[in-house]
């Protein structure tokens, strides 16, 4: 099964001291044995980065420990899902004809992503964000 992870659960996975690390490790093990398919935006790597390298945690995350943690744990397990200025432009039309407006765009992004792949499910904790900006009939959110 392929599965597109958002940022969010890549963060929770790979932070021990995130709250929901127990609820998203678990889908992390099971795309690097083999069992999901692990798909992940572009983006979302920069984002994981950018967020990883600004927790708040002690000890931080320095940048060399948080392009460990994106290699090791995704760039060698995930199949990798580009957008181009098509898929952008057609996802911020989508959510102007919607009025829906700020970050969550970015999950629009990622959903946009998703469909581009073709998985059968999105894993976030965010999810009440991704069903306000899925298309109709897409129905593949799922919460760890």
Request: proline content about 5%; cysteine-free.
């Given at each position: 099964?392929?599965?597109?992870?958002?940022?969010?659960?890549?963060?929770?996975?790979?932070?021990e001291a995130h709250p929901m690390h127990t609820r998203a490790l678990p889908w992390l093990q099971r795309a690097k044995a083999g069992e999901v398919a692990m798909v992940v935006a572009t983006h979302s790597v920069a984002e994981l980065y950018a967020v990883l390298t600004g927790l708040p945690v002690h000890p931080r995350i320095t940048a060399a420990i948080a392009w460990q943690l994106?290699?090791?744990n995704i760039a060698r397990t995930a199949a990798m899902v580009p957008l181009s200025w098509n898929d952008y432009r057609a996802v911020i039309k989508r959510l102007s004809d919607r009025g829906v407006v700020g970050g969550v765009t970015y999950d629009a992004l990622i959903?946009?992503?998703?469909?581009?792949?073709?998985?059968?499910?999105?894993v976030t904790?965010?999810?009440?964000?991704?069903?306000?900006?899925?298309?109709?009939g897409c129905h593949l959110i799922t919460s760890p």
């Open positions: 099964m392929k599965v597109l992870f958002d940022t969010s659960v890549l963060v929770a996975a790979l932070v994106i290699d090791e959903v946009r992503a998703a469909q581009k792949a073709r998985v059968a499910r999105v904790l965010d999810p009440d964000d991704f069903q306000r900006v899925r298309p109709e």
